[in-house]
């Protein structure tokens, strides 16, 4: 069984990524860089099922054609870590966790560029979506977070 530290975040990286020019996270021991393993599988139509069962962390990875891995740990991050590296199953072959997802056939989306109601930046958006007011993340939060009163005048 696998250690959470430094040479399984190593082994994660490895199994995921072809390079990594950055340091490596600690992907075995932080919550937040596991987050970010689960939301990089999910990019690559990769399911995460994580549960706690009886004290244990059990981490199960799958795509459509069924289960490519599991793993258990007594934390979160290391479950997520170990069900990764274990992904590799069929020596000699794609990862199929790596497998870069199947290139659209003749989709192209069309943009148009609009500025944001509040402080004018550009935005890009898809040209089909409806016309009308466009607020970038930080304006948009702000309208949310303005009082109703003061909407109104």
């Given amino acids: 069984m696998e250690e959470a530290g430094a040479a399984l975040d190593r082994r994660v ?8 020019t ?38 199960e990875l799958s795509i459509r054609s069924g289960r490519v891995s599991s793993a258990s740990a ?14 590799d199953v069929i020596p000699g072959r794609r990862r199929a966790i790596a497998q870069p997802n199947p290139p659209a056939k003749n989709r192209r989306v069309r943009t148009a560029i609009r500025d944001c109601a509040g402080c004018g930046i550009e935005l890009k958006t898809a040209r089909s979506s409806p016309s ?6 930080l304006c ?3 309208q949310i977070r303005i009082d109703p009163q003061q909407r109104a005048s």
């Fill in 22 to 59: 950055d340091d490596i996270p600690e992907f075995s021991t932080r919550d937040s860089a596991a987050d970010y393993l689960v939301r990089f599988l999910k990019r690559r139509s990769v399911t995460a099922r994580i549960r706690l069962a009886g004290g244990t962390w059990e981490c």
């Fill in 74 to 87: 007594e934390t979160r991050a290391l479950a997520i870590a170990r069900a990764v590296v274990h992904a």
């Fill in 132 to 137: 009308g007011v466009r607020y970038c993340n």
């Fill in 13 to 20: 990286v490895q199994t995921l990524f072809d390079a990594w």
């Fill in 140 to 142: 948009g939060w702000r």
